[in-house]
């Protein structure tokens, strides 16, 4: 038997590549044929066959494209699947209703409804027969309908948290007609507006009022994701089919569902950036054209002419890259930060790759604008970005190094604060659905080294894969957990390409059954309905039911924001305001009132509601941080915080609140004669500080 | 020549109308809002792209992604722009600019169709069955329906009513306040009140009978004189008729003659 090309490779094929890569590959290669020619037989044609079959380059024999000349696009399965979408849609519904009526059976329906959006397209884009216009017509249908379940989950105001953060700046710009208005709830929010900006065109232009806008926004970026990222990967594989599936697994990253469909700056950067890299890769391929002409270029005409056409391209190209990376910059701070280490990282590998010298290369210079542009946005005067993000990862590095170094304990998994257990099914998804993606890497990864090791965005994707194992350590701490959930929703970019290719790779569609069509549909859904739980986190945070404190959107009720509107009407806006999280973004969006944070004024408020008495260091706290009033929940005496906090995390006794907070030290200010009592509606009750502090001015 | 520049027709149709929008008020809200859409988020994209790669090199799936983003790049860079002017981003600029904006391409790009007398791409075409349409049809009547089921689930969701109660005073000269008081009802059905109103513990007035609709407001103003000592200490409570021991609400100021 030959002894050399059990990896499938070749010493020809490895060294087509100039420089550095190709004698790399030769060295690995002999090693990996020394290493797996001492297996023994049976084994070694097992991995042998696996080899192959991982590097085919006929893996995907799809006839049933759209060629270029085609004047009818086939529609295929996509009215069907619509209609299935639009099932899933009414479902989800259902299960809102049935939430909101306390009955038990709502977690079952809204996964139902997952299965009836995920299950029959994933199906269909596995398949080899569909169409390019038809793949595309269901991956845009799926996105959209996740996104619309969003919507009926909340579909007459803003419910989640962020989007009350991002509504203060919109209503800012709104009011004053200008950017860079101080929002007390986000301050670094003023400094990105790019998407409160969009919001302002679209609501001034319609008369729209910010909310419907918002939809509207967020809808049109959500099209955005899924078309870029269906054409990004369509490019780097040249597989429409492999771009179909790709694009259905990213659907899965726990942040698809709600977060990235919030009207957040994320929702509209993290689109922008992905057409950034597509329109990056374009004008790479267009390069590669145009230094494939240059040569004969001086004396064949045709060439001549081609040559000045890709010119021309490569300028438009680079004009339409520059714009939209402009516009992430000034959009959100970390999508942008995220997409300088992409290009920076793909830049680095194509210099290694020895595709090009340096100077020339276009993916090396947009990574260095890309890089000062991004510290142009950070130096903007009062940007506090800088404090922003490193406050957040040094909490996260620091607890991780108490975690494991023993001075404090791992956060336990599957509970929430208030001790209530995840239900067994709930941890059992999400921990197959991670474990099925993990798994599912090295293979995946074998595969790109077999198929695209020579293509610099594949190499680079690779690279970013693996960073995806090793955040999942911060899991175990308390501020890490947001960083785990939120780098999903960026790292599943390459997560869903590599995922993909060893698919494609490993199910070669000329060997492709019904059967193996069922079972892979069947995984993909396992790790998209694990992927959303996980994301959305315990269902109560998107199932709509009773009250709870600090619970998110389950605590934005009728009663706080008619207390908050009522503070617009009869204290008008810009008082300076004291009171929990939930109140907080209530009272800074409803009333326009001025909150008094932890962020902003950098002052913890919560030992004023937390004492049992109204002491001189708490007085001091209100007259240093002039607060005019005093918003108190009552409902903060009845439950623990559902989030472990009531007013932030750096509360005295966060994430580990044992009992609600003491009914007496929230009605002690009825005793203190120099607070004013002038607002009761049960649960809610305001109090003028103002004899207390002698009629602090307004912000 | 007219089947094509359609599009470029039918862009200038809507800058057009955009901009008739802020000056004629009557022109329908759904129209507006309708085109306002396309402006914002696809026209200056599209144009662009015209401009740029005349069709070249894009197919229609790129032009499409290409539209919107560059749409939406236009859009935030342009606020950017707006805001040093003096006038900022209000309904005025926004038109403006984004007129002469879709205008100037607009002209631009029927320059250069002209010109290069390119070879017009040929319409594609969708076939769609008969099934494919009702298909269609019954998705966009789920959909419909989904979202009415779930705003009919929401306005009928049960829930605990309340009663807000609120009095703010205000100095009329050196000794003398108004109380504004107020109360609005969120109850789940009519409901019948009592309020009492307090000063230095003694009652000053009471209204035995007030009933509040759903959603209704009662308002009422109450002049106060400081007594010797220039303190007043006002109180107002509230009971529910079919509960009177009980203080349903209660809110108190007190007022310091300056």
């Given amino acids: 038997m030959e002894r050399l090309a059990v990896t499938g490779i070749d010493e020809r094929r490895g060294s087509s590549s100039p420089g550095g890569l190709g004698a790399v590959q030769k060295t690995h290669n002999n090693v990996i044929d020394r290493l797996l020619n001492k297996l023994p037989s049976p084994w070694r044609r097992i991995i042998f066959a696996f080899l192959k079959r991982a590097g085919d380059p006929d893996a995907e024999n799809t006839s049933a494209n759209d060629q270029p000349g085609d004047l009818v696009l086939v529609c295929g399965w996509f009215p069907g699947l619509a209609l299935s979408c639009a099932l899933g849609i009414f479902l989800s519904g259902y299960s809102f209703a049935v939430s909101r009526d306390g009955q038990s059976q709502a977690e079952l329906f809204f996964a139902l409804s997952m299965l009836l959006i995920f299950v029959p397209t994933t199906i269909r884009l596995l398949s080899s027969a569909a169409t390019r216009f038809e793949r595309i017509a269901i991956v845009c249908t799926a996105g959209i309908s996740l996104y619309l379940i969003k919507i009926v989950a909340s579909p007459t105001n803003f419910s989640l948290y962020d989007e009350f953060l991002h509504w203060r700046t919109a209503d800012d710009i709104m009011q004053t007609g200008h950017l860079f208005t101080s929002n007390a709830l986000l301050p670094v929010s003023a400094y990105y507006p790019g998407m409160e900006i969009v ?112 010119r021309g391209d490569m300028r438009w190209l680079s004009t339409a890259t520059l714009m939209a990376l402009i516009a992430v910059v000034f959009t959100h701070h970390m999508t942008d930060y995220f997409l300088d280490g992409v290009l920076v990282l793909w830049a680095g590998v194509y210099v290694f790759l020895h595709l090009r010298p340096l100077y020339r290369s276009y993916v090396v210079r947009i990574a260095l604008i890309a890089f000062a542009l991004s510290v142009i946005a950070a130096l903007q005067i009062g940007n506090p970005v800088v404090d922003y993000i490193s406050s957040f990862f040094q909490m996260a590095v620091t607890e991780l190094n108490h975690v494991l170094t023993g001075v404090s304990s791992a956060r336990p998994l599957f509970q929430s604060y208030t001790g209530t257990p995840t239900p067994i099914w709930e941890r059992i998804l999400t921990i197959l659905s991670q474990l099925l993606v993990l798994s599912g890497l090295p293979f995946g990864l074998l595969c790109l080294w077999l198929r695209f090791r020579k293509h610099a965005l594949m190499i680079t994707f690779g690279l970013l894969v693996l960073c995806y194992p090793l955040v999942q350590v911060f899991r175990f701490t308390t501020a890490g957990g947001e960083l785990v959930d939120r780098s999903a929703a960026f790292l599943y970019i390459p997560i869903s390409t590599v995922l993909a ?72 806006p810009d008082n300076r305001v004291a009171t929990d999280r939930t109140n907080q973004i209530l009272d800074g969006t409803y009333g326009q009132q001025r909150i008094v944070d932890s962020i902003e004024d950098r002052v913890d408020i919560s030992p004023i509601f937390f004492s049992p008495q109204l002491g001189p260091d708490e007085v001091g706290i209100i007259q240093a941080a002039k607060i005019h009033f005093l918003v108190v929940d009552m409902r903060m005496s009845k439950q623990r915080p559902v989030l472990g906090f009531y007013f932030d995390e750096t509360e005295v006794g966060a994430f580990q609140h044992s009992s609600p907070v003491d009914p007496h030290n929230l009605t002690k200010f009825n005793t203190v004669s120099q607070l004013n009592k002038v607002f009761d509606s049960g649960n809610i009750v305001i109090y003028d500080t103002e004899g207390l502090v002698n009629a602090p001015e307004k912000s | 020549m007219r089947q094509k520049n359609l599009d470029l027709l039918l862009i200038m149709a809507a800058v057009i109308v955009s901009m008739l929008g802020i000056m004629v008020p009557f022109i329908l809200h759904f129209m507006v809002i309708i085109i306002a859409i396309p402006i914002v988020f696809f026209i200056p994209g599209y144009l662009l792209c015209e401009v740029m790669f005349q069709r070249r090199m894009l197919s229609i799936y790129h032009r499409v992604a290409f539209s919107l983003s560059l749409s939406l790049a236009v859009v935030i860079v342009s606020g950017f722009g707006l805001n040093l002017l003096p006038i900022g981003l209000n309904t005025v600029s926004w038109t403006v600019f984004l007129g002469v904006f879709n205008t100037v391409f607009c002209c631009a790009s029927f320059f250069l169709r002209h010109r290069a007398q390119a070879q017009r791409a040929q319409a594609l075409k969708i076939h769609l069955a008969i099934h494919d349409y009702v298909f269609l049809a019954l998705a966009i009547l789920a959909i419909v329906f989904s979202f009415g089921y779930t705003a009919n689930s929401i306005s009928h969701q049960p829930g605990a009513g ?97």
């Fill in chain 1, 199 to 310: 919001t302002n065109a679209l609501s001034t232009l319609s008369g729209m009022n910010t909310f419907h806008t918002a939809l509207i926004v967020i809808g049109v970026a959500r099209v955005l994701m899924v078309l870029s990222l269906f054409l990004l990967n369509e490019r780097l594989t040249k597989s429409p089919r492999m771009a179909g599936i790709a694009t259905i697994i990213y659907m899965g990253n726990p942040h698809f569902l709600l977060f990235d469909a919030q009207y957040a700056y994320e929702s509209l950067a993290l689109p922008l950036t992905v057409f950034v890299l597509l329109a990056t890769e374009l004008h790479q391929f267009t390069s590669d054209r145009f230094d494939g002409l240059k040569s004969i270029a001086p004396i064949v005409l045709f060439a001549k002419v081609r040559n000045t056409l890709l």
């Fill in chain 2, 162 to 258: 309340y009663t807000q109660l609120w009095m703010l005073p205000s100095q009329t000269n050196r000794n003398t306040w108004t109380i504004n008081l107020g109360m609005q009802s969120e109850e789940a059905a009519t409901r019948q009140y009592k309020l009492v109103v307090l000063v230095n513990g003694k009652p000053l007035k009471t209204w035995s009978s007030v009933s509040l609709a759903p959603n209704s407001t009662w308002k009422q103003q109450l002049p106060l004189t400081a007594a010797k000592t220039g303190k007043i200490d006002a109180s107002a409570q509230l009971y529910l008729l079919d509960a009177p021991q009980v203080i349903y609400r209660e809110v108190h100021v007190t007022l310091q003659k300056k």
């Fill in chain 1, 501 to 572: 290719i060893m698919i494609a790779q490993l199910w070669p569609t000329r060997w492709l059954t019904w059967k193996h069509l069922f079972s892979l549909a069947f995984v993909l859904s396992v790790i998209a309905l694990g992927g959303t739980v996980l994301g959305v986190g315990p269902s109560i945070s998107l199932l709509p039911g009773p009250y709870m404190v600090a619970a998110d959107p389950r605590s934005i009720n009728m009663e706080g924001i008619q207390a908050a509107t009522w503070t617009r009407t009869y204290l008008g």
